[in-house]
DNA sequence: AATATAATTCGACGATTGTCGAACTATCTT
DNA sequence: AAGATAGTTCGACAATCGTCGAATTATATT
């Protein structure tokens, strides 16, 4: 019997256990800080990560959207051939109270 | 006639030309944190270099500090032997409205 | 089955970073 | 004048980072 590919998934760090300084340290990349603006600015409206528009290769945009992924901001499935991804808005909000608003503040 | 050598001074960075990225990047390394963090414990209170327990060389804490400086978070002046360190506080909280409060949630 | 679309993975690269010891500068105390 | 104290500056080093093109994987469309 065929074995298929599992379909590609993506792990997300529980809240609990990310620091602030790794937050931070997501964030201070420009691309980064400019993907998160645009998940803000679409309101919980997931994006496919080509759907932000960034002056970068696939490779390096795809390696951005990973580092976030990692310091818990944002989670990512995949819907057909895009991977959709959206803010963890409200576990953000309950663990790094104000972030969201502050960077939205500077959008 | 002598020529005495000019005392030492710290050039801080308008509050307005300080980008949101900037700020997160210095944010980003542990040591750095823990330092806003000692400085928003103390207050007010302005602190010299090494009243903050860390235990990295003052090679390297001079650097930290020298990075929390030129991202606007602290402002240095020379005291006598010390040079005393503070927040900027209120225009931190003019331009980057939540952050120290974000901050000071995690300590 | 062949093509198109979307994104990941894999090296590779130059640039930046955090760290340190050693030497130096500036000030205060004795 | 001689020490003591507090920081800075200067290389140097390994580690991490942002970037890319090319190859690869997975899914959808034709």
Do not use: W
Not at 28 to 47: T, Y
């Amino acid at each position: 019997m065929r074995c298929y590919p599992a379909v590609k998934t993506y792990s997300h760090p529980a809240m609990a256990d990310i620091e602030l300084a790794a937050v931070m340290q997501a964030l201070s990349d420009p691309c980064r800080l400019a993907i998160v603006q645009e998940l803000l600015k679409a309101e919980g409206r997931a994006l496919a990560c080509n759907e932000v528009p960034l002056k970068i290769s696939k490779a390096t945009r795809s390696h951005h959207f990973e580092v976030l992924r990692d310091a818990g901001l944002i989670s990512t499935k995949v819907v057909g051939t895009k991977c959709m991804t959206s803010l963890r808005t409200t576990e953000l909000n309950k663990y790094f109270p104000g972030l969201l608003k502050l960077i939205a503040s500077r959008a």
